[in-house]
Antibody
Framework: QITLKESGPTLVKPTQTLTLTCTFSGFSLSSSGVTVGWIRQPPGEALEWLALIYWNGDERYSPSLKTRLTITKDTSTNQVVLTMTNMDPVDTATYYC????????????WGQGTMVTVSS | DIQMTQSPSSLSASVGDRVTITCRASQSINRYLNWYQQKPGKAPKLLIYPASTLQSGVPSRFSGSGSGRDFTLSISSLQPEDFATYYCQQSYSTPYTFGQGTKLEIK
C-alpha cells in the first residue's frame, strides 16, 4: 500500500524559506519510471503543479517558480524535500505531494496535504 | 507551458442526470490527459488516465474520451457522492498543468 505524508511548518514569515518533507512508503523512488511531485492549492483556488523528481534524480520545475524551488530525494529515508525561498503571502496554500507510477503518468496516490500560511 | 481550459467552471445538476465536462489543451497532448475529483478539505483523487482508462475502484458511471486537444469527462447517472470539483491535468510535457476546475453542485 502506497502512502505519502507531508510535513513542515504551518506558519512562515514573508521572505523566509519554506521546507516541506514528503515521507512515503510502499514504493521505491529508485524504481524506473517512478516520480514524486509537489502540487499546491491556495484556499478556494485551483491546483498548481510545482515540481517533480524522477527515480534517476532528474528534476522539473514550474517555470514561474523555478528560481525559488528546489526538490531533492533521499532514497534511504524514503523522503522528498521541497524548499521554496522568499515566501510571500500569495504562497499561502495547501501543499500536496503525490506519486506517479510511470512516466509520463498521472498522480495516482496523494498525501493528505499540509496547509502553509505566510504571514508576519 | 500548455494551458488547460475546462468548461463549464461550474455546473448544477440533479441526482440521476448525465453530465459532461470538457477540457481543452492549448496544443496537442496526444492522450496524456488525467481527470481528478476533489471534495472539500480532501486531496484530489485520480479518476481517469490517460484520457479514458478508469482508475481501479472508480465506478463505471465515470468515463473519459478525447485525444489531441479536446477531452471530455462524463458521469452517466449522478450520485450524491459525485458532487465535487473536477480537474483535468496534462502529463504530456512539464510543467504538468491543471485546468481551473469544474465545480459540480446539486440543483
Amino acid at each position: 500500500q502506497i502512502t505519502l505524508k507531508e510535513s513542515g511548518p504551518t506558519l512562515v514569515k514573508p521572505t523566509q524559506t519554506l521546507t516541506l518533507t514528503c515521507t512515503f512508503s510502499g514504493f521505491s523512488l529508485s524504481s524506473s519510471g517512478v516520480t514524486v511531485g509537489w502540487i499546491r492549492q491556495p484556499p478556494g483556488e485551483a491546483l498548481e503543479w510545482l515540481a517533480l523528481i524522477y527515480w534517476n534524480g532528474d528534476e522539473r520545475y514550474s517555470p514561474s517558480l523555478k528560481t525559488r524551488l528546489t526538490i531533492t530525494k533521499d532514497t534511504s529515508t524514503n523522503q522528498v524535500v521541497l524548499t521554496m525561498t522568499n515566501m510571500d503571502p500569495v504562497d499561502t496554500a495547501t501543499y500536496y505531494c503525490a506519486h506517479t507510477p510511470t512516466v509520463p503518468g498521472p498522480f495516482d496516490i496523494w498525501g493528505q496535504g499540509t496547509m502553509v500560511t505566510v504571514s508576519s | 507551458d500548455i494551458q488547460m481550459t475546462q468548461s463549464p467552471s461550474s455546473l448544477s445538476a440533479s441526482v440521476g442526470d448525465r453530465v459532461t465536462i470538457t477540457c481543452r489543451a492549448s496544443q496537442s497532448i496526444n492522450r496524456y490527459l488525467n481527470w481528478y475529483q476533489q471534495k472539500p478539505g480532501k486531496a484530489p483523487k485520480l479518476l481517469i488516465y490517460p484520457a479514458s482508462t478508469l482508475q481501479s475502484g472508480v465506478p463505471s458511471r465515470f468515463s473519459g474520451s478525447g485525444s489531441g486537444r479536446d477531452f471530455t469527462l462524463s458521469i452517466s447517472s449522478l450520485q450524491p457522492e459525485d458532487f465535487a470539483t473536477y480537474y483535468c491535468q496534462q502529463s504530456y510535457s512539464t510543467p504538468y498543468t491543471f485546468g481551473q476546475g469544474t465545480k459540480l453542485e446539486i440543483k
